[in-house]
């Protein structure tokens, strides 16, 4: 962890959620009140496994994505859906209009998903051990890009797929407030790879979000940390200044 040592700075809620990244455990994310105000199952990409999944479609609901690091995305090539069924337009005129425009998010300026992908491992992609393989080897190939590798994402992953790949803003909780940078912010934080699953939790009562004090009672029951977006920028916002020169910040985002 750059210009950090033993989690200084840190509230000790972060410092639990980065000891909890770490481990490989999940953890609960709520973005805010004024945005989406949704509360996501987290947990670091390659540390997942069947049940994680399990648990996810079970308690959570809702999709079960991966965040992935912006620079990553970038050399692998992984381009906005939106962007996709733009240049699908020229096909199809319908397509077209279909395209998110201002004003149609409430909470935001545009959605981060990229496309969805099975690893070419799996059979189907759907079962809670093919997404499992998928999300794992998505991390993987995060770590390779970062650390300079050569990659062909195309030999092992294939689309239409079951895992939906989330692009992260560039400047992260800077520019864009989603789990989508809140998540890929504390893997910057926490020093692993960048590459993070997250699940919005739905209300089996009512069908919509599951309520803030409803996600931290769960929390509570199942051990496990509940984090606001809020502690998270003011954590990554400590993070970002430790790193002393804006060279050396760049060259930290190139390697890691």
Request: a negative charge; one cysteine or more.
């Amino acid at each position: 962890m750059t210009g950090m040592t033993g989690g200084q700075g840190y509230s000790n809620n972060i410092v639990k959620a980065i000891d909890a990244i770490r481990q490989g455990k999940m953890f609960l994310l709520f973005d805010a009140e004024g945005r989406e105000a949704e509360t996501d199952l987290t947990i670091l990409a390659q540390a997942v496994k069947p049940e994680d999944v399990k648990l996810m479609r079970k308690d959570g609901g809702g999709l079960i994505c991966v965040a992935l690091d912006p620079v990553a995305c970038e050399e692998i090539g992984l381009p906005f859906m939106a962007d996709v069924v733009r240049s699908a337009h020229e096909c199809s005129s319908t397509l077209g209009t279909t395209v998110e425009k201002g004003g149609d998010l409430r909470y935001d300026s545009r959605s981060s998903f990229s496309i969805w992908v099975n690893h070419r491992d799996t059979r189907t992609g759907i079962p809670d051990n093919d997404r499992a393989i998928t999300i794992k080897k998505l991390g993987d190939i995060v770590e390779q890009v970062l650390a300079g590798e050569e990659v062909n994402f195309g030999s092992e992953f294939r689309t239409p797929g079951h895992v939906a790949t989330l692009r992260a803003a560039k400047g992260l909780v800077n520019e864009r407030l989603g789990q989508t940078e809140l998540s890929i912010a504390l893997a910057k934080i926490a020093d692993v790879t960048p590459a993070m699953v997250v699940c919005e939790m739905l209300d089996d009562n009512t069908g919509r979000a599951l309520p803030k004090e409803d996600a931290k009672a769960y929390a509570e029951k199942h051990e496990m940390i509940f984090i606001e977006g809020s502690e998270v920028i003011e954590a990554y916002n400590i993070w970002a200044s430790a790193i002393p020169t804006p060279s050396e910040k760049e060259i930290y985002y190139n390697v890691h």
